[in-house]
Structures are given as structure tokens and as C-alpha cells.
């Protein structure tokens, strides 16, 4: 608060030999402004809305209680990418052929010019891209798949586990470099 520093002088006399009066002098006490500051900033704090997490929006189908109405998929459409270590891809159109001999390997930058391939080859409502990630693949690896499938503007696609057969596939050919 305000205080006014009044001390130093009685009366107000004139003349010679008197001395003049002290003026009076204002202090101002700043605690009750940090107080305000304070509150100030609580309530901003307690006021303000956190960033939200945002998260990808994926649309699942429904589940159903027998494996016989469940989607599904003409061969001809399906395009299944395994991803392995180190940026490699490996895909194949249809079914796994008997020692995977329909398997083709690629590089998640190169993968693209294969989806637009498929895109262009199969009637939109027919295509479905399968993803699968092995054990040696990165979280990275999943996300850039994905980006990949809004990027082509690929409307069905899924992320399924990959099989135990696959799994062998693309461990072998991650270690003979393929």
C-alpha cells in the first residue's frame, strides 16, 4: 500500500533561524501487486486447455462372430507389404506363392511407384493393401507405411500380424540382402 512519510517537523514557522520542514515524501509498496501477479498467473494456468493428442483416424470393420462373414478379399486385388529391417520392403500380389516365389523386394522410398502400379491395375473397390510388419522392422517403418497409403490416397488397406511363414521369409531375405 501507499504510505505517506510524514515524520520531520512541527509547525510551520517563518523566519530567520528556522529550518525549512522536510517535503513529504510517497514510498510505494509493490507486495500486493506480486500478489495480484500471482494470482494473475493462476488463473491463466488453471484456465488455459492443454494441447490435445492427436491421433490417426483409422476406420475398422465390424466384428463378427462367424470367420465366414467376415470381408472378403478377390486375390486379384490384394497387395501385401512385409517390411524388414533397415527400410526393406518385400511384397507380393495375391497369395504367398510355394517358396515365395512371387516375393519382390524393394526400399520403403521406392515402394510408391508399386502402389501406383497396383492403383492403376485394379478396379479402386477390388484393391486392398495388407501391411504387415515383422519383428526386425521399426515403428518408423509402420508410420511411413501408412503415410504411404494416404499419400496414394489408397482407401483400404489394413495392419495385420504377420504370419510365421513370412516372418522366416523376410528373415532370410533381410540376412541374404535379396
Request: neutral net charge; without cysteine.
Amino acid at each position: 500500500m501507499a504510505e505517506m512519510d510524514t515524520s520531520g517537523g512541527g509547525g510551520h514557522k517563518k523566519g530567520p533561524g528556522v529550518k525549512k520542514a522536510k517535503k513529504a515524501s510517497t514510498r510505494v509498496d509493490l507486495t500486493p501487486m506480486v500478489d495480484l501477479g500471482f494470482l494473475l498467473i493462476t488463473f491463466f494456468i488453471f484456465t488455459t486447455t492443454m494441447s490435445q493428442p492427436t491421433a490417426m483416424k483409422l476406420n475398422l470393420p465390424k466384428d463378427t462372430d462367424k470367420p465366414e462373414e467376415q470381408n472378403k478379399l478377390k486375390e486379384s486385388g490384394a497387395f501385401t507389404m512385409l517390411l524388414g529391417k533397415n527400410n526393406s520392403v518385400y511384397y507380393y500380389e495375391g497369395q504367398l506363392a510355394e517358396q515365395a516365389a512371387n516375393l519382390k523386394s524393394s526400399t520403403m522410398k521406392k515402394i510408391r511407384e508399386e502402389i501406383i502400379r497396383k492403383k492403376r491395375s485394379t478396379p479402386e473397390e477390388d484393391l486392398m493393401v495388407v501391411i504387415k510388419a515383422s519383428s526386425e522392422s521399426t515403428y518408423k517403418d509402420v508410420v511411413d507405411a501408412l503415410d504411404e497409403m494416404t499419400i496414394n490416397d489408397i482407401k483400404r488397406y489394413a495392419l495385420v500380424d504377420i504370419s510365421d511363414v513370412e516372418e522366416k521369409v523376410v528373415s532370410m531375405s533381410d540376412a541374404t540382402g535379396k
